[in-house]
C-alpha cells in the first residue's frame, strides 16, 4: 500500500517535470520560429495577444488529450477537411519559417544573382511542399 | 564669411567598369555656393583593375580631398559616412538554364524534406488515429484529412511569406525580404569595415 503508494508519487513528480520541460520547449519553439507575431501582423490583432496565449495552451493541452485517449465522436467528413485543412496552414508556416530561418533565400539571391527571379523560387518550394505531401499521401504510403 | 557645403553619401552606388568616380556618383551635396556645378564634377578616385568588385570611399577621404581643392568652403556631413562602390562589369541577365536549375532543386528538396518530415513525425499514424478519433471508423488512408492538410501546406506558406506570384496581400514587407535586407546590411557592415583603406591597422611608414 504504501509502496504504491510512494510509486504513484513518484509517477506523478516524472509526469510533471517531463510535462514541464516538453512545454517550455514546445512554447520556446514556437516563439522562436516567430509565427504567432506574423499571424498577429496579419490580421492586425496586436490587442489580442493574450488570447492568442492562450489558444496555445489550450491547444497543447487538447492534442495532449487526444493523444492519450481512445474514445471517438462520429463526426461527419467536413470536420476532418476543416481539421486537415487548419492542420496544413499552420504546418506550412511553420516549414516557411524553417526554411527563412536557415537563410536559403539570401543566399542564393546573392550568390548565385537570381535577385529578379526570387518569387518564381518561392513558387518553387510552395508547389514542392503541395506536390510532396499528395504524392506521399496518395501513392507512396500505399 | 566662409560657404557650407551639406554633403549627403550615397550608403550604394553601382558604377559600371573601370570609370573616374565624381562626388555626384557616390554624394548629394546642397550649397549656395556658386561652386556647385564644379564640385559635382570634381573626380575623387580613379576605379583600377585591383579594385576588383568592391571599393569604400570614406567621407573622410572625401572631405579631406575636397578641403585641399577648396579651402574657403566648409563641409558638412550629414548621412551614412562612407559609400560602397559596388564594380560590376555589366548587367546580365542569370540563364534561364541556372534559373530552372535552381527551381528545380528547390522543387525536389522541399518536397523530399516534407515527406521526411512526415515520417519524422509519424504523421500517417498520428492522422489515422485522428480519423478513427472524429468518426469513428478505422481508415488506412485518412485522404479527407490529408489532401486538405496538403493544400493547407500551400496556403500556410504563402500566409507566412505573403506573396502570391506578384501580387502580396499587404503592403507590409514580408519576413522573407526583411531578411534579405539583414542579410544586404550585414554584408555592407562587414566590406565597409574591412575594405576601407582608412581601418587598416598596418604601421603608416
Known amino acids: 500500500m504504501i509502496i504504491n503508494l510512494f510509486i504513484n508519487f513518484i509517477e506523478i513528480i516524472i509526469g510533471l517535470a517531463g510535462g514541464l520541460a516538453v512545454g517550455c520547449g514546445f512554447v520556446a519553439f514556437l516563439t522562436v520560429l516567430g509565427i504567432i507575431p506574423r499571424l498577429i501582423q496579419l490580421s492586425k490583432s496586436q490587442s489580442l495577444l493574450r488570447v492568442y496565449g492562450a489558444c496555445v495552451i489550450a491547444g497543447s493541452i487538447f492534442g495532449t488529450y487526444i493523444s ?34 536557415l537563410n536559403v533565400f539570401p543566399l542564393l539571391s546573392k550568390r548565385i544573382g537570381l535577385e529578379g527571379h526570387l518569387l518564381w523560387l518561392l513558387m518553387a518550394i510552395f508547389f514542392g511542399k503541395i506536390a510532396g505531401s499528395l504524392f506521399q499521401w496518395m501513392y507512396f504510403v500505399k | 564669411m566662409s560657404e557650407i557645403v551639406y554633403l549627403r553619401m550615397k550608403r550604394n552606388v553601382e558604377m559600371i567598369g573601370l570609370q573616374a568616380v565624381q562626388l555626384r556618383h557616390i554624394a548629394l551635396i546642397s550649397t549656395p555656393s556658386q561652386f556647385k556645378r564644379e564640385l559635382e564634377k570634381t573626380t575623387l578616385y580613379r576605379i583600377s583593375k585591383e579594385d576588383r568588385n568592391i571599393v569604400i570611399i570614406d567621407s573622410f577621404l572625401v572631405i579631406d580631398h575636397l578641403n585641399s581643392l577648396y579651402p574657403g568652403i566648409e563641409f558638412q556631413l550629414i548621412g551614412p559616412s562612407q559609400t560602397i562602390i559596388r564594380i560590376t562589369k555589366r548587367k546580365k541577365a542569370p540563364s534561364i538554364l541556372i534559373v530552372s536549375f535552381v527551381w528545380l532543386l528547390l522543387f525536389i528538396g522541399t518536397a523530399m524534406t516534407i515527406m521526411n518530415f512526415h515520417y519524422d513525425v509519424s504523421m500517417q499514424e498520428v492522422q489515422q488515429k485522428l480519423h478513427y478519433l472524429l468518426t469513428g471508423e478505422q481508415e488506412e488512408y485518412p485522404l479527407w484529412i490529408q489532401i486538405p492538410y496538403s493544400f493547407g501546406l500551400g496556403i500556410g506558406m504563402l500566409l507566412f511569406f505573403n506573396h502570391w506570384f506578384k501580387k502580396r496581400f499587404n503592403e507590409e514587407p514580408s519576413p ?20 576601407n583603406k582608412l581601418n587598416d591597422n598596418k604601421p603608416i611608414h
Not at chain 1, 470536420?79 to 504546418?91: A, D, E, K, R
Not at chain 2, 522573407?176 to 575594405?195: A, H
Open chain 2, 176 to 195: 522573407l525580404e526583411v531578411e534579405i535586407f539583414n542579410y544586404q546590411q550585414d554584408l555592407d557592415q562587414y566590406v565597409s569595415y574591412y575594405e
Open chain 1, 68 to 101: 492519450f485517449t481512445n474514445i471517438t465522436w462520429s463526426q461527419p467528413i467536413f470536420v476532418l477537411v476543416l481539421w486537415g485543412g487548419l492542420h496544413g496552414i499552420f504546418n506550412g508556416m511553420l516549414a516557411a519559417a524553417l526554411t527563412e530561418v
